[in-house]
């Protein structure tokens, strides 16, 4: 310890340890694809002896399921607040929601890959997240649309829109091309404006 510096209090030993043991999850799912990975390469990736890990996770898929709470919590937040500036109407704020998103998604590279990427291989235990995740999504997107304009669309256009975003980041994840999730606004902007505004409108959007 420096001279003159304070000992950590004991939660925040337990909070700076837990989260180191989630970075290198992320960077281990990203790499090695969740299957492939084992709590002895999670372990190794922390440098944390065996049994740290279990004091903060009952197992991988425990780990994993952290990461992900956590990942798709701090996307959401961000969309929501580049949605919610004032003065903005709904097909900006989308705009400015998947730029938020895409921004967040550059910021770090691993959590995206292993969330998006990784998740479906979790299988089944995942859906619920999963679900859970499109719908909060979708409610954002909701909440800003207006009903005269589209008061006849299905109620579950949103989570259809929202679902589709989700596999159109995946693929561009997959290819593993860094240049490539960066171009795709135009591409999800108006993917996600058309059932609302029309083709048209939804192409000008993009454009700007």
């Not at 259809?160 to 975003?165: H, K, N, W």
């Not at 999730?181 to 059932?195: A, C, D, M, T």
């Amino acid at each position: 310890m420096r001279p003159g510096s304070l000992p950590l209090r004991p939660e925040k030993v337990v909070q700076h340890q837990r989260q180191r043991i989630i970075d290198a999850a992320a960077k281990t799912f990203s790499k090695r694809g969740y299957r492939k990975v084992s709590v002895a390469d999670i372990v190794k990736a922390a440098a944390v002896a065996r049994g740290r890990f279990y004091e903060h996770f009952a197992s991988k898929e425990d780990c994993f399921f952290a990461l992900y709470d956590e990942a798709t919590a701090a996307a959401l937040g961000a969309v929501e607040e580049a949605c919610s500036e004032s003065g903005l109407e709904f097909p900006e704020r989308v705009r400015e929601g998947i730029s938020a998103l895409l921004a967040f998604i550059e910021e770090d590279r691993d959590r995206a890959r292993a969330c998006i990427l990784e998740g479906p291989a979790v299988g089944p235990p995942i859906n619920a997240r999963f679900e859970g995740v499109i719908r909060e999504f979708a409610a954002l997107l909701r909440a800003g649309r207006e009903d005269d304009a589209s008061s006849e669309l299905p109620q579950t256009v949103e989570e259809t829109v929202v679902g589709g975003l989700y596999w159109l980041l995946y693929y561009a994840l997959l290819e593993e091309r860094p240049k490539r999730v960066g171009r795709l606004r135009p591409q999800l902007v108006e993917f996600s404006l058309i059932p609302f505004i029309g083709a048209e409108a939804a192409g000008a959007m993009a454009a700007g």
